[in-house]
């Protein structure tokens, strides 16, 4: 069975950093592009990051372009989001997801329940 | 803000149909496949339909997709209370170079 877990949430001080982890398993991880997604509680979904499956292709929203990277350790079955420069407004449950593509990001057919960052002086 | 807008509620009786649309533009919806997630309470988006029209392995008939110019529609057939949730439509923009969701669309079912 395909399985996300998602680890690293917490609360940081805008200005500050988190590192999330996505642990994947149940499936060739190497073979398939990987993203995140966030979500305010109670709003609507916004993609953050998209990393093919060899970590070479990679893009961001504009929203985070610049302060958050993206990576993966195809090694360890395990996507990464280095966010620096929090500000408030990254404040949201952030999902990892499987794309159903090598190098494309079309369509994500397999979320890990989340994990919650609150960025708050 | 989202570049894809779609109504942020629609309701039928148990058994009818609803229609979601999803309104983009030639960046993404025009030139680029249509996906649809449904999300229930408290639940991780799950994918329902992918390359537009395609139903994720497991998923009812019920549900379809399509797309005409730089609009999309996801079909709810014979609606039933577990169908109750929040859907959202995407695309890749193509100009942005950043995948896009919709605004999302509340179903209930009366």
């Known amino acids: 069975e395909m399985q996300m877990v998602e680890s690293g949430g917490g609360a940081a001080r805008p200005g500050g950093s988190l590192r999330l982890s996505c642990a994947a398993s149940?499936?060739?991880?190497?073979?398939?592009?990987m993203i995140w997604v966030r979500q305010v509680p109670g709003k609507g979904l916004e993609w953050v990051s998209g990393?093919?499956?060899?970590?070479?292709?990679?893009a961001y929203a504009d929203s985070v372009k610049g302060r958050f990277t993206i990576y993966r350790d195809n090694a360890k079955n395990s996507l990464y989001l280095q966010m620096n420069s929090l500000r408030a407004e990254d404040t949201a449950l952030y999902h990892c997801a499987r794309s159903r593509y090598s190098s494309s990001w079309y369509a994500f057919d397999s979320w890990g329940q989340g994990t919650l960052v609150t960025v708050s002086s | 803000q989202s570049v894809l807008t779609q109504p942020p509620s629609v309701s039928a009786a148990p058994g009818q149909k609803v229609t979601i649309s999803c309104s983009g533009s030639?960046?993404?919806?025009?030139?680029?496949?249509v996906s649809w997630y449904q999300q229930l309470p408290g639940t991780a988006p799950k994918l329902l339909i992918y390359e537009t029209s395609k139903r994720l392995s497991g998923i009812p008939d019920r549900f379809s997709g399509s797309k005409s110019g730089t609009s999309a529609t996801l079909g709810i057939t014979g609606l039933q209370t577990g169908d109750e949730a929040d859907y959202y439509c995407g695309a890749w923009d193509s100009s942005l170079s950043a995948y896009v969701f919709g605004t999302g669309t509340k179903v209930t079912v009366l």
């Open positions: 149940g499936f060739k991880f190497d073979d398939y592009g």
């Open positions: 030639s960046s993404n919806i025009g030139n680029n496949y």
């Open positions: 990393i093919n499956w060899s970590g070479v292709s990679i």
